[in-house]
């Protein structure tokens, strides 16, 4: 994928449809991303925020709309799909390293297997990420041997090996004890200071307001509302977005 | 890994699961062993029979001549045949865990254009549970060199056996490698291929080497059933242990040639299983310590 002279958004979705089974996941979903820009997806569980993030990285086939990534649309039929995938990075919720390598070969399987890249140079660029999150010292580890904070921020070198143009973060930090979340949030935080374009699922009000170029209300497999944080989280239009914040301000979660 | 706490099952156990633990456990099961196996040694030593069954069975002149062979008085050595069901073993093994793999792949397919090979080998699988191993050693050993075909149709005996044990095992096989390639969670599956690699590169350096370690325990378990089915070829005439040992007690009119028959196998899949018993309690072992950070 090349940058086209106009520089079109790195993520414009028009009309996107899915559901699984006779479950309407996501409703005709119109959103573009620029490129430098951070997007969280805010909404409650099963408002298809990971849905969403799934589609984009092409986990998941969808049934209507289209998803144009740097203006090429990447559902037509025909696309070569390891292609895209490589330069758009996703972090789970649940890690999802491989149990069976240690922390150096799960960040180098997928530069030296799907890239061709030789195995000396991508162990040498992967140190040096490791390095950059405090990880180097884990690098000969095994990710059971981790704590869930460190085992995610591997999960996030990991994608970073593949230099994706775009990450995807999937309720990165949900899976974490709640002393564990900051080094997490940290590594997102400085990924975005270095203009990364991001699209990131979250249920940490607090960081999506912090970090957040825009944040978007997902409600029914919609967009209900989309706008600056400062603007969504203080005066919120839709009657749903309020009565959303206002569970999440009861519980103490902004 | 975040997880519940562990409880009292989870814990390891102290000594040895076969006697059991505790303080008075050792005793107690070396002294229901000595009764038991006393009972049993009294029983055969009291029967009516029991002197002609231990001069037929257990004689040790017959047994050691078997054991030894000699070719003048027209029978074999059973543990010189004993190798041929070693090499038999050995071959088959390597055989069937390559094509077992191939048939458990084709049938964990999803594409559309696999459905073909996909069908073939849901019946092969089928058909080769189904059909018992000797009825395929027959239908192989006499049936493919009657038709007279070059090269195939002149192979020895045993090659016939290893054919017939190969198609029968890897069917079994094959349902192994499904369970283990069904063991590994699909979010392992989503996280190769978001990271670009290809549907094959996933399943090499993902998927497989997950299922393999799942399931060494019961792949063994079929590897000691496949040693002792080795003895099944002797039907189409290969001298092995169980053949020898016919053929001992055809030529001498004694029966100690097939304990010595049966002595030998012991030796063979005994160690095998106390080495299937290691593999199965040290990932019991790294799964608990996993379980815990």
Known sequence: MTHTPADP??????????????????????????????????????????????????????????????????????????????????????????????????????PVKALGAPRRDAEQEARALLDRFGLLGKQADYPDRLSGGQQQRVAIVRALAMRPRLMLLD??????????????????????????????????????????????????????????????FTRPQDERTRRFLRRITDAGRL | MVGPPQTSFGQARRGSRLLGSGRGAVAVSTASTIVVLGA?????????????????????TDMWKSLIGDPRQGYYSVGEALWLNIRMFL????????????????????????????????IYVDVFRGVPLILVIFAIGFGVPALNLPFVSSQSAAVYGVAALVLSYSAYVSEVYRAGLNSVHQSQVAAARSLGLSHTSALRHVILPQAVRNIIPPLLNDFISLQKDTALVGILGAIEANK????????????SSYVVAAILFLILTIPLARFTDHLIARDRRRRLAGGIT
């Open chain 2, 40 to 60: 049993l040694a009294a029983l055969f030593l009291l029967a009516p029979g029991s002197a002609v069954v231990r001069h037929t069975f257990f004689n040790p």
């Open chain 2, 91 to 122: 071959a088959a093994e390597v055989l069937i865990l390559i094509f077992a793999l191939l048939l458990a792949v084709i049938r964990q397919s999803d594409s559309p254009v696999m459905f073909p090979l996909r069908l073939v080998s849901t």
């Open chain 2, 244 to 255: 020898a040992a016919e053929i001992f007690s055809d030529t001498v009119f004694n029966y």
């Open chain 1, 171 to 232: 309720e990165v930090t949900s899976a974490l004890d709640p002393e564990l979340v900051a080094e997490v949030l940290d590594v997102i935080r400085e990924l975005a200071g270095s203009g990364m374009t991001m699209l990131i699922a979250t249920h940490e009000m607090g960081f999506a307001r912090d970090i957040a170029n825009r944040v978007c209300f997902l409600a029914g497999g919609r967009i209900v509302e989309q706008g600056p944080p400062a603007e969504l």
């Open chain 1, 9 to 110: 958004d790195a993520v414009r979705i028009e009309g996107l449809r899915k559901s699984f089974g006779t479950n309407l996941v996501l409703d005709g979903i119109d959103l573009s991303v620029a490129s430098h820009e951070v997007i969280c997806l805010i909404g409650a569980s099963g408002s298809g925020k990971s849905t969403l993030l799934r589609c984009i990285n092409l986990l998941e086939p969808i049934e209507a709309g289209r998803i144009l990534l740097w203006g090429q649309d990447v559902t037509q039929p025909g696309i070569d799909q390891n292609r895209v995938r490589r330069s758009v990075g996703i972090v789970f919720q649940a890690f999802n390293l491989f149990p069976h390598m240690t922390v150096l070969r799960n960040v180098t399987l997928a």
